[in-house]
């Protein structure tokens, strides 16, 4: 950016192109000057409290939100959690959501609708007793026989053998062999007793036999002017690590598996992104702006922290701000164990004590230079 | 074979479930069972249902049998005797009580014209399906079912003549209307609960016009000069008990004109009202802060040094006086004793209400509305004929409201006023509004119930042409003089030195949290501090321990109890502040002050 003068270069990089890829080189400096005016005025003033601002601006509208969960049209037992209940569950920092789930996007000739189907199913998770008719434990051979039902296995496209392979390496120590009627299971140590293959059976239950750990459901639909998979239940790595998939556009509405596989700048958009979406879909008008700073908030540790006593609350430096905030005692006991100092730097402190807060107003002082006496 | 349940639990079986029910409802009709039974033959999933238990909601009707009603003109003829009663009706199976359940049996008729042989039942008046307050409101079939909902509370809270041995009863907090009227458009529940002798209303002229903005927002601008002749004019009573207890070791209060060394003596002044009995006289017309029943209590502990002082005899003054903003005339009192023996003083207190700006009045159709100005007889318009409306009704209130009821009230009370009869305007049952038009058309006046009315201020007619008639108008008990409040400076807690709260202790309106925070969105920090500035105190804080010194007024000198001989500087901060560090060190918590000079 050699042409753009001195005194603009701190405008943002992306600001600077667009100026010199629409203004003409001669008018290049008055533009510069306009936008420069213009950006100056967008930004927030010092002083201004923009963290109470962003709370009340998500909390107000939320109080108007009606509790309710969307229902997808016409499928049975697919709803999401979404409104008030959604919102607390992203801002809380919630491991285990109540409804995870993905939209998946899929390459060209797939996002076109072909093998829609197929994909969506080879997707789906089975698990072993979804297609076992039998499981009998035959303790005169030690080992665990399983009968499939060949009319379940036809539905999903899998033979025996198919099975057997997908089997063949999920639980360490037990040989799998497919036998004339049935598949077997045998420990590989034999002196293990009755209760080793107990407990194998229970195992054995839940092994995938096809599809990807962790998704229950599948839907696809039309979006737009393409086909997407709608899934019920998670698994972002596997999913990102299938060749049809649409890598950059496929998400997961569980942020933590977000952070853990895509990093925490990726958790941010996706905190911004799901409580936005909820806004939205409530017919709510909120700045995006606010759940951005929000989400830095939440993130800004490198690590998901929510907005709870335990998360960022947590971080406060001031005793009496944390103490303000649920369990008071305890965070004064704690404070008292380890001798805290505070320093009174923040809004709710000086509320507390009756003296100015340092927001607006309050943060201005009078500076003055003694004079030297000669 | 159909099952048969008795109160919801399975009895047996029958082959003909009709012809078992119908058999049922004749021996009830009979006499031989319960008139409390009812049966129901479900066909959907074949089943009788018998029901005996209570809690069952249930309503009266006439028994039809081919086609016409057990009721005769007989039967009515020898109950207006009072030669029959209801209870005869139902012993007789003339009319019987169906539940929800036997109603789905049932085919009601809702008039005798409407009668077929088809029909089981006949109802007793449409007014039936409604309860006594509902019934109330004229023309209801007219109105929206939510206004007519709100049209029944309203009257609940409207001020009348609500008992006629109101004197010497001691009603708390009980308004009286001076000059209440028999509503102009009625219902048969008026007659029916005799609504003339205790009526709770006026029939008002109405003008459905705007008046210079006054009775936007559902107001209403009253004229002076019917308040002068007596609209919506009340008194208000309030009673003031004293009673005289008994403590342990023989001590009991006294009530008197209390002794000038009691503790707590207010000033002779406030006692000027006692007779020497220590009560007020009847009629004395009574403000703040005035005694009304003088009252002496023993000393509440007697312990330490009282026991030994020279006043360990002294009684505490604990009279029953005038809160602040009251005032009044001693209407009755009282002398008794309550179940427990002791004597029992009541004064009861009448004060005037006068109709007066922000006082709420409302038609029985749920328009209900504050007085927004109250304007000279002389600046009100007028008619044709020299009518002055009592009432000015904004014609903004009704596209919404959807109140036809009211509209048509109007026309017929101005109707009933005009022909000097009044009105039938019962449910379903009602007058027909054009019958009352063409009455109205032949009294003289636009069947429209339009008028030409005149500017009061300027004279002028006015462009369009203003609907007036006659609306029973109800004043509702929620009057300003007895909810008006404001505080400068006042009373404070004793605990957190911070404003009281509520109107009963002059309090302020607390600035809460939510209200906090709009302070620092506007980053407007040094007004935050200055509303939170009410329990602000100085203190001295110890500079060596860092906590909260004392001050020797004597010695004028601050010290430090811990210390005693450190230094102190003064801090200013607020006192619930100081509270929570006293409640810090409670928990056995050391809170700390470090100063650091703030300049």
Redesign the interface.
């Known amino acids: 950016m050699a042409d753009i003068p001195k005194e603009f270069e701190y405008l943002p990089q992306g600001v600077l192109s667009r100026v010199k890829g629409e203004a003409p080189a001669s008018k290049l400096k008055a533009v510069l000057g306009k936008v420069s005016e213009e950006f100056n005025n967008m930004q927030v003033s010092p002083g201004e409290s923009v963290g109470l601002v962003a709370a009340e601006s998500i909390g107000e509208p939320s109080t108007q939100m009606t509790l309710n969960t969307f229902h997808f049209a016409g499928v049975a037992e697919m709803n999401i959690t979404m409104g008030l209940p959604r919102i607390i569950e992203v801002l809380d920092g919630r491991k285990n959501i109540t409804t995870p789930m993905m939209d998946i996007y899929l390459e060209k000739p797939y996002s076109q609708g072909q093998d829609i189907k197929k994909i969506a199913l080879s997707i789906k998770e089975t698990l072993l007793r979804d297609v076992a008719s039998e499981i009998t434990i035959n303790l005169a051979d030690s080992r665990i026989e399983v009968i499939p039902d060949d009319a379940k296995l036809a539905e999903i496209g899998m033979t025996k053998p198919g099975v057997v392979s997908a089997l063949k390496g999920q639980i360490k120590g037990v040989s799998v062999d497919l036998r004339k009627e049935f598949i077997s299971f045998r420990l590989k140590k034999k002196e293990e007793g009755v209760n080793a293959i107990f407990k194998m059976k229970e195992k054995i239950k839940t092994l995938v036999i096809k599809g990807v750990k962790g998704i229950s459901q599948v839907l696809p639909v039309k979006r737009g002017n393409e086909f997407i998979i709608i899934t019920a239940g998670t698994n972002l790595k596997k999913i990102l690590q299938m060749p049809m998939v649409d890598v950059t556009r496929t998400v997961s509405n569980d942020i933590f598996e977000i952070e853990a596989v895509l990093g925490i700048e990726a958790a941010r958009q996706a905190i911004i992104n799901e409580v936005y979406k909820v806004i939205e879909n409530q017919g709510l008008n909120v700045d995006i702006r606010h759940m951005m700073l929000v989400a830095d908030t939440m993130c800004n540790s490198g690590v998901i922290r929510g907005i709870t006593r335990y998360g960022t609350v947590k971080e406060k430096v001031s005793v009496l701000a944390r103490a303000s905030f649920e369990t008071p005692i305890k965070h004064l006991i704690d404070a008292s164990l380890h001798g805290e100092t505070d320093y009174l730097n923040s809004v709710v402190e000086n509320v507390m004590i009756n003296q100015p807060v340092p927001v607006g107003t309050g943060m201005v002082k009078l500076a003055m230079k003694e004079e030297q006496k000669k | 074979m159909t099952d048969v349940y008795l109160s919801g639990k399975y009895l047996g079986t029958v082959d003909e479930p009709q012809k078992f029910a119908d058999a049922l409802i004749q021996s009830r009709r009979a006499g031989q069972l319960s008139a409390n039974v009812n049966v129901y033959y479900d066909r959907e999933i074949d089943a009788v249902n018998v029901e005996s238990l209570k809690g069952r909601l249930r309503r009266p009707l006439i028994v039809v049998k081919d086609g016409q009603p057990l009721l005769t003109a007989d039967h009515i003829k020898r109950l207006q005797r009072n030669e029959m009663s209801w209870s005869d009706l139902i012993k007789q199976g003339v009319v019987e009580y169906l539940d929800a359940a036997e109603e789905e049996n049932a085919y009601v008729a809702f008039f005798k014209r409407e009668l077929t042989r088809q029909h089981t039942h006949l109802d007793i008046a449409p007014l039936a399906m409604f309860g006594l307050t509902t019934s109330l409101v004229p023309f209801t079939n007219y109105n929206s079912a939510q206004k007519v909902n709100t049209g029944s509370k309203n009257q609940k809270q409207a001020i009348g003549f609500y008992a006629a041995n109101f004197p010497v009863r001691m009603d708390m907090d009980v308004n009286l209307l001076h000059y209440p009227q028999i509503p102009l458009v009625k219902t048969i529940m008026h007659d029916i609960v005799d609504y003339a002798k205790h009526p709770a209303g006026q029939n008002l002229v109405v003008a459905v016009m705007s008046y210079k903005g006054y009775n936007m927002e559902d107001a209403v601008v009253i004229n002076r000069g019917s308040i002068e002749c007596g609209l919506g004019r009340g008194s208000y009573y309030r009673p003031m008990v004293a009673e005289e207890l008994r403590y342990s070791g023989g001590l009991v209060d006294e009530i008197s004109v209390p002794e000038k060394d009691i503790k707590g003596y207010r000033s002779e002044h406030d006692y000027r009202f006692l007779e020497d009995d220590g009560i007020v006289y009847p009629e004395a017309q009574v403000a703040e802060g005035d005694v009304v029943i003088g009252k002496t209590s023993p000393p509440r502990f007697l312990s330490g040094m009282e026991e030994y002082s020279l006043s360990a005899e002294t009684r505490r003054e604990s009279s029953s006086a005038m809160q602040h903003g009251e005032a009044g005339v001693v209407d009755t009192v009282i002398l008794t004793e309550n179940a427990e023996g002791n004597r029992l003083i009541q004064v009861k207190l009448r004060d005037d209400r006068t109709p007066e700006v922000g006082d709420k009045f409302t038609s029985r159709h749920g328009q209900k509305g504050v007085i927004g100005l109250i304007v000279p007889h002389a600046d009100m318009p007028f008619s044709a004929s020299g009518i002055v409306p009592d009432i000015l009704f904004s014609p903004h209130g009704i596209p919404t409201r959807m109140t036809m009821a009211h509209l048509i009230e109007l026309v017929a009370g101005k109707t009933g006023a005009l022909s000097g009869r009044y009105v039938d305007g019962s449910v379903f049952d009602s007058e027909s509004e054009a019958d009352i038009r063409k009455e109205l058309l032949r009294l003289g006046f636009s069947d429209n119930g339009l008028e030409t009315m005149y500017n009061g201020e300027t004279g002028e007619a006015f462009s369009v042409r203003i609907y007036v008639g006659s609306i029973y108008y109800l004043r509702l008990k929620h009057m300003v003089a007895n909810k008006i409040h404001s505080r400068a400076r006042g009373p404070i807690q004793l605990l957190t030195r911070q404003p009281t709260e509520g109107r009963a202790k002059e309090g302020g309106l607390r600035l809460g949290e939510m209200e906090?925070?709009t302070f620092?969105?506007?980053?407007?920090?040094?007004?935050?501090?200055e509303r939170?500035?009410s329990?602000?105190t100085t203190v001295p804080v110890c500079d060596n321990c860092g906590l909260i010194a004392v001050y020797d007024e004597y010695k004028k000198r601050a010290y430090c109890m811990v210390c005693s001989e450190s230094e102190t500087s003064f801090v200013e901060?607020?006192y619930s502040?100081k509270l929570?560090l006293d409640e810090?060190k409670n928990?056995?918590?050391?809170p700390k002050l470090?100063l650091v000079n703030k300049y």
């Open positions: 906090k925070d620092v969105a506007h980053g407007s920090s040094m007004l935050l501090k939170f500035d329990d602000k901060l607020s502040f929570i810090l928990l056995c918590i050391y470090k």
